[in-house]
């Protein structure tokens, strides 16, 4: 079946860039996700790129995409102790509608 | 405005007791589904929903029963609760079933 890895955490000084760093086995994944959820809320979508793009960037972050070995990445620059939070892959095959996810990446932005 | 909203945010209730979580979405979506949140913060799928038409049911015990009046609402209704029922149950929905999901703020499930 599908597979989402993360590791399961990363700390930051702010000010510093980010990055969270996801590999996945799916190879008909068409849509890759990141999504945030901070402490006792839900989740919320951050950005998503399709798997016929290399690179998607939207204000302070920017997604690569290496859909040879299927390894994804986030990039938070300027990262603000408010980016503190678990950073969720997650990845949809065509055709289907429901979303394979990691099991989050926490951020911990110390000032 | 709030886009998927759920009620309760928090239940808390007995072993062997039935209840039922609420969710709406006011954003137009064709598609709703359920989530379920466990202690690891693991996310997994149990049903999706597109035009009030079950599409995706995954091995779920049927004790877990989703109702969709409508294509705004997507409920979700638990009999003979269990202590591993205990997680965060999120709804999400989308525009299609292929588009990007929109998350609820969850609903903390705690059974003693």
């Known amino acids: 079946g599908e597979d989402v890895e993360q590791s399961l955490f990363l700390s930051v000084r702010e000010g510093d860039s980010s990055v969270i760093n996801c590999t996945y086995t799916?190879?008909?994944?068409?849509?890759l996700y990141w999504y945030k959820q901070e402490p006792g809320a839900g989740l919320q979508l951050l950005t998503y790129?399709?798997?016929?793009?290399d690179m998607k960037q939207d204000q302070r972050l920017t997604v690569l995409l290496n859909k040879k070995d299927k390894h994804l990445s986030l990039r938070i620059a300027d990262t603000q102790t408010g980016d503190s939070a678990i950073y969720f892959c997650?990845?949809?095959?065509?055709?289907?509608?429901?979303?394979?996810f990691g099991k989050g990446t926490m951020l911990l932005v110390s000032p | 405005d709030t886009a998927v909203s759920q009620t309760p945010k928090y239940l808390v209730t007995q072993m062997g007791n039935d209840k039922s979580i609420k969710c709406e979405q006011n954003l137009g979506h064709d598609t709703m589904y359920w989530y379920k949140q466990d202690s690891k913060k693991f996310l997994k799928i149990m049903f999706s929903?597109?035009?009030?038409?079950?599409?995706i049911n995954e091995t779920v015990p049927n004790r877990f029963s989703p109702k969709s009046p409508d294509k705004a609402h997507l409920n979700l209704h638990i009999n003979s609760l269990e202590l591993g029922d205990s997680a965060v149950y999120f709804c999400?929905?989308?525009?299609?079933?292929?588009?990007?999901?929109?998350f609820g703020p969850g609903t903390r499930l705690t059974v003693t």
């Open positions: 929903y597109n035009n009030k038409e079950l599409i």
């Open positions: 999400a929905s989308s525009q299609s079933a292929d588009g990007e999901q929109y």
């Open positions: 997650a990845e949809t095959p065509s055709g289907y509608s429901t979303l394979t």
């Open positions: 799916d190879s008909s994944s068409t849509y």
């Open positions: 790129i399709f798997s016929n793009m």
